[in-house]
C-alpha cells in the first residue's frame, strides 16, 4: 500500500464529496469478429489492453459465423470426401482458442450471440467482406439448439460460476435492415424471446439482454416494422440537427414486447456514435456531426427510460461507442480523438455500467485490411502495434482511482479506495470549438487543420493532506509528444513502412513529455500546467505508471463482474 493521504484531503481548499468513479471504459472494449481473435497480433493486442488500459470484457461480431466452424453438417472432406451429416454437429475448436485467450490474458467474454451460420440462415453473404449471414433462421428450434450447446459447453468447459459473469446480447444491429439483419422488427423479437428463453432454462442467473441497436435518431425511420430511408430527408436538410429530438431505436418496443410476455430483460444496450447519417430526398446520405455532448445527453434519455420502465434494475451497456461508426475516419489516428474520448467518458461515467469503445486494434476486416498504417481504424493500436493518442487516454483514464474527489471543468481528481493514491487527469477540448463535436475526416492531411484550435488553458489546483515526499508523475499527450499519426506524415505518408520506420515512429508513440511532482514538506501538492489545445494530461504515482508500463502478458487475476 502506498498511502498517500496523511490528513484530511483539501482540493483547493474545500473538502471534497466523495463519489464513485466508475470506470465505464474499460469495463468493455470492442474489437471486429471472432476469427481476428486467432492471430498472434490481435491477443498482444489485447493482453496490451488487459494489461495497461484496464479492459474487463471483450465483444465482437462473428462467433457463429463459417469460419469459427461451429455448425457443421458435412464432414468437410475437401478434396477428400465429404461427407454430409446425419445430424448437424457443433465443433468448438475455434472458438475454445478464442475464449481461452480471452480469459488467459485475464478478461472475459461480452457475448454477442450471431450471426446466423450459411446452414442454418434464410439469406447469405449480407456485409463485409468475410460474407456474414445475418438473417433469421430458417427454424427457430435449430437456432435454439445451437445457442443451447453453446452454452452447455462453456459451462462444461469453464465452470458455472465463471460463465455468470458473462453478459449474453442477443445480435447485434438488428435493425439496419438488410445488413445486419434481414428480417421485421417483430422478427428479431422473436429471436430475442426464443434466446432469452433458452439461455435461462440453463440458468436462471445467467444474464442477457439486447436489442443492441444503432443509433440514436431524430425521426420515425425504424418506427416501422424495418427501416424507411423516406423518413430520413427532414433529417438530412436540418440546419441545425441538435435542435431535433433524437432518441433511441427499438429500446421502448423491446421492453413493452419482454414486459407484455413475461421476458427478461437483464440489460439494454444499444450504440451512441454521436453521428449520423441521413439519405435526403435523392437517396444521397449525409453525415451529421452532434454536439459534443450528444452522448450524455443520450445516457440521460436512456437511464430516464430504464428507471421509469418495467425492469428499473436492468444494466445499461453501450456496446460500442466511437467518435464515428466508420473504420475510415482519420479522425481515430489523432490527438483530437483523445482528448474528445476523455471528455466523453468522464461525463457519462455515472449514466451507464459500461460504455464500450470500437475498438481495441487496427486488426479489424470488415472492409478488408486497412490501406497503409495509419487509415482510420477504429483502435487505440495500429496494426503494427503503434500506441494511437487514443492509447495513452485509455491509460491515463485508468490510472485513476475510484473515488471522484473533484469533478472539473477541464478534467478530474481522484483518490483510489484500496491505496489512498491520488490521481488526477486533465484536458483542453479547445474553446475554438464551441459545443462543436468531432466531425468525420476522410484522410489525415484533412484533420491537420484542427490543430489551429485554441486557445491553450492554464491548469491549477493544490491538493493538501497527502504524505510529503511522494513523487507523482506528469504525461503530457499533445501536438509534439506521442502524435505518431503526424510523424507518419510528415515521413511522406508512406503506405507500407520498413522496420527502421516502424521503429522510429514507435519511439515517437510513446514519447509523452515526462515530468516528476514531488509533495512538500507541508503535504502539499501544487500542479500547475498549460494545456495547449487538444492535450491531454495525467497526474499519478510514479509507482502506478510503472505498473500499468509491465511487460503486456504477464497475467492478473480475470476481472470482476461488469456489475459493481
Not at 220 to 226: C, I, L, P, Q, V
Not at 535 to 556: D, F, H, K, M, N
Request: proline share 6%; charged share 20%.
Amino acid at each position: 500500500m502506498t498511502e498517500q493521504a496523511t490528513s484530511a484531503l483539501l482540493i483547493d481548499g474545500q473538502e471534497p464529496a466523495e463519489v464513485r468513479l466508475h470506470h465505464v471504459w474499460n469495463e468493455c472494449v470492442g474489437a471486429g469478429r471472432a476469427n481476428e481473435a486467432l492471430r498472434a497480433d490481435w491477443q498482444a493486442h489485447f493482453r496490451e489492453a488487459v494489461q495497461v488500459l484496464g479492459a474487463r470484457h471483450v465483444r465482437f461480431h462473428g462467433l457463429f459465423h463459417d469460419d469459427m466452424f461451429v455448425y457443421r453438417t458435412d464432414n468437410g472432406g475437401g478434396f477428400g470426401p465429404n461427407q454430409p451429416l446425419p445430424e448437424p454437429v457443433y465443433t468448438f475448436a475455434y472458438v475454445d482458442k478464442v475464449f481461452d485467450a480471452i480469459l488467459d490474458a485475464g478478461a472475459r467474454p461480452f457475448v454477442e450471440l450471431g450471426f446466423m451460420p450459411r446452414e442454418l440462415a434464410t439469406q447469405t453473404e449480407t456485409l463485409f467482406w468475410w460474407k456474414a449471414h445475418c438473417s433469421p433462421p430458417k427454424e427457430m428450434g435449430q437456432w435454439v439448439a445451437l445457442v443451447d450447446a453453446t452454452v452447455r459447453h462453456w459451462i462444461e468447459r469453464y465452470g458455472i460460476d465463471e460463465v455468470r459473469q458473462w453478459p449474453f446480447e442477443v445480435w447485434n444491429e438488428p435493425n439496419l435492415v438488410p445488413n445486419f439483419w434481414t428480417g421485421t422488427r417483430t422478427e428479431y423479437f422473436e429471436l430475442y424471446e426464443a434466446t432469452a428463453r433458452a439461455i435461462k432454462a440453463i440458468d436462471p442467473r445467467l444474464r442477457v439482454g439486447g436489442p443492441s441497436t444503432s443509433v440514436f435518431v431524430p425521426d420515425a425511420r425504424y418506427s416501422g416494422e424495418t427501416h424507411d430511408p423516406s423518413l430520413e430527408v427532414e433529417t438530412a436538410v436540418a440546419t441545425d440537427p441538435d435542435e431535433l429530438d433524437w432518441q433511441p431505436v427499438w429500446i421502448h418496443e423491446l421492453i413493452e414486447y419482454c414486459a407484455q410476455r413475461g421476458l427478461p430483460i437483464d440489460f439494454l444496450s444499444t450504440h451512441l456514435y454521436p453521428t449520423d447519417y441521413a439519405a435526403d430526398s435523392l437517396g444521397d446520405l449525409k453525415a451529421i456531426t452532434r454536439q459534443k455532448d450528444a452522448t450524455y445527453v443520450d445516457l440521460q434519455v436512456l437511464r430516464t427510460i430504464i428507471e421509469n420502465s418495467p425492469y428499473p434494475d436492468a444494466e445499461l451497456h453501450i456496446t460500442e461507442w466511437s467518435t464515428s461508426p466508420s473504420s475510415r475516419d482519420a479522425i481515430h489516428d489523432t490527438l483530437f480523438a483523445a482528448a474528445y474520448i476523455v471528455r466523453a467518458f468522464l461525463k457519462g461515467a455515472p449514466l451507464a455500467d459500461s460504455i464500450s469503445y470500437w475498438t481495441f486494434t487496427d486488426v479489424f476486416e470488415e472492409g478488408g485490411g486497412g490501406i497503409g498504417p495509419f487509415h482510420g481504424g477504429f483502435g487505440f493500436v495500429n496494426e503494427n502495434g503503434l500506441h494511437k493518442p487514443t492509447f495513452h487516454a485509455m491509460a491515463m483514464l485508468h490510472r485513476l482511482g475510484d473515488r471522484l474527489l473533484a469533478e472539473l471543468p477541464d478534467g478530474a481528481i481522484t483518490r483510489s479506495s484500496a491505496t489512498g493514491d491520488v490521481s488526477a487527469i486533465f484536458y483542453n477540448y479547445p474553446a475554438d470549438m464551441g459545443t462543436t463535436g468531432l466531425a468525420s475526416r476522410n484522410g489525415y492531411a484533412e484533420t491537420r487543420a484542427l490543430a489551429e484550435m485554441g486557445p491553450e488553458r492554464r491548469v491549477r489546483h493544490r491538493v493538501e493532506g497527502l504524505r510529503p515526499g511522494t513523487e507523482l508523475t506528469v504525461e503530457i499527450l499533445d501536438w509534439e509528444h506521442g502524435n505518431v499519426a503526424e510523424a507518419w506524415y510528415q515521413m511522406g505518408a508512406p503506405l507500407n513502412i520498413t522496420r527502421e520506420q516502424t521503429a522510429e515512429l514507435r519511439h515517437v508513440a510513446d514519447g509523452l513529455h515526462r515530468s516528476t511532482l514531488t509533495v512538500g514538506d507541508d503535504g502539499a501538492l501544487d500542479i500547475d500546467l498549460t494545456l495547449p489545445a487538444w492535450a491531454v494530461a495525467s497526474v499519478a504515482p510514479t509507482l502506478a505508471r510503472a505498473a500499468a508500463c509491465r511487460i503486456p502478458g504477464a497475467l492478473r487475476p480475470r476481472g470482476g463482474s461488469i456489475r459493481h
